[in-house]
């Protein structure tokens, strides 16, 4: 097996702080390469009071999913042939210094179970979108055979994020927070009576 198709693979339960934002929308199986935003429209559902979305798993080719709403929200969403996912991930270890990692995916539904005002979903992520430098579009990349880098990199942190807790072990240096580790954090020696002075 290849090292991308591998990377592909890897599959990872995040934390259940990982979603910061999200909105999803109906898609059709066939998007158009070029996405207005004014053809887009409103999400059906987003982060609000009443809706919530679990990262149950992620792999850099697929989502599970689970939607917390009301039935109606559920219903406009339930039965449809793909979805358009936005999400706003938690950033972890090694990425913390990049912010959180923002996606938006066209991805085919695999698989559609509602249960109550719960609706769970595995999506395989087909296409990225990236934003139009020209206008307010999302222009579509077909992503469907080797996954989204930057959500392998995600995954990753994840990863390494989970086997330092498991092992009782710190978090490591972030050279952007040198100067407010506490080691460094003491009383300055005075001028002159310095290291190399």
Not at 149 to 175: F, K, M, P, Q
Request: avoid cysteine.
């Amino acid at each position: 097996m290849a090292f991308t198709e591998r990377r592909a693979e890897k599959r990872v339960h995040p934390p259940q702080d990982a979603v910061l934002d999200f909105a999803l929308w109906p898609a059709v199986a066939t998007p158009p390469l070029r996405l207005p935003l004014a053809g887009l429209g409103p999400p059906p559902a987003r982060r609000r009071p009443g809706q919530d979305l679990e990262l149950v798993d992620v792999a850099s080719l697929g989502l599970g999913l689970r939607l917390h709403a009301a039935p109606a929200v559920l219903e406009a969403l339930a039965g449809v042939p793909a979805l358009f996912v936005y999400l706003k991930l938690r950033a972890y270890e090694s990425l913390a210094a990049t912010g959180p990692l923002s996606l938006f995916v066209h991805a085919a539904v695999m698989r559609a179970e509602a249960v109550a005002e719960t609706l769970r979903l595995g999506l395989r992520i087909l296409h990225l979108g990236r934003g139009s430098t020209f206008e307010k579009a999302l222009e579509l990349l077909d992503v469907s055979r080797f996954g989204v880098t930057e959500l392998a990199a995600w995954i990753n942190a994840v990863d390494r994020h989970g086997h330092r807790r498991e092992s009782g072990l710190d978090d490591g240096l972030d050279l952007e927070d040198l100067l407010a580790e506490p080691a460094l954090a003491g009383q300055a020696p005075p001028t002159g009576e310095g290291n190399g002075a």
